[in-house]
């Protein structure tokens, strides 16, 4: 871990032990005095304290660089995992989410949680781009020592300007967004040796494509 990725997670440490003890207050008064609940502004300091520590775990996240325990990774079992852990939000959004794969998908050498985590973001930035009953998939398919894996949507999409930007810390076009879920994304991806790329198309939908090296 660099110098400056090392001082970002030491205060990021610093400010998570007070943050809690905030909230956890802020339940507490909650709890004993549910009148609060109609005060003006309660519900804004609680999203505030929500987005404070989502906040801080992007950036533990973007700044940890410690080495993960890699294996050899299912990638049909990984995309059924992801399919199955979308289904309510699918449901209770009323999105509409398809799964295209072979017969046979080839093993990748990695690590399967930081893989999920990384289709997860993917897939999740993908559906807040729809309006109601918008469409997402994902696909994936072997192409000589690559594995090919696209994730479309039919959302609002991006000027080239903003996609220009999309892996750039902190640099969020999304309401209540750190900034740094794609670029979580990016570090993930490049440590499993592969590649993301993006193309989008105002109001058109956007595609997401990630190769990555298999076994």
């Not at 003006?40 to 609680?46: C, I, K, M, V, Y």
Request: net charge negative.
């Amino acid at each position: 871990m660099d110098e400056l990725n090392l001082t970002i997670a030491k205060i990021t440490h610093e400010i998570r032990n007070p943050l809690t003890l905030i909230n956890s207050s802020l339940q507490l008064i909650e709890t004993m005095h549910p009148e609060v609940r109609d005060f003006q502004f309660w519900n804004q300091t609680l999203e505030d304290v929500d987005y404070l520590g989502q906040l801080l775990e992007d950036l533990a996240a973007y700044t940890d660089g410690r080495r993960f325990f890699m294996c050899e990774v299912d990638m049909k079992e990984l995309f059924t995992s992801l399919e199955s852990s979308l289904q309510p939000y699918i449901q209770e959004h009323g999105k509409h989410f398809s799964l295209h794969l072979p017969a046979h998908l080839p093993t990748v050498f990695g690590n399967p949680v930081k893989l999920k985590q990384a289709f997860l973001n993917l897939l999740k930035n993908a559906f807040e781009a729809t309006d109601e009953s918008g469409c997402v998939s994902l696909s994936a398919r072997k192409y000589l020592d690559q594995l090919i894996i696209r994730i479309s949507d039919d959302g609002c999409g991006m000027t080239p300007e903003a996609a220009a930007e999309l892996f750039t810390p902190f640099a969020s076009g999304k309401t209540g967004g750190t900034g740094l879920g794609l670029a979580i994304t990016q570090k993930i991806v490049k440590a499993h040796y592969g590649t993301i790329e993006v193309a989008s198309t105002p109001q058109r939908g956007t595609t997401f494509t990630i190769t990555l090296p298999h076994l």
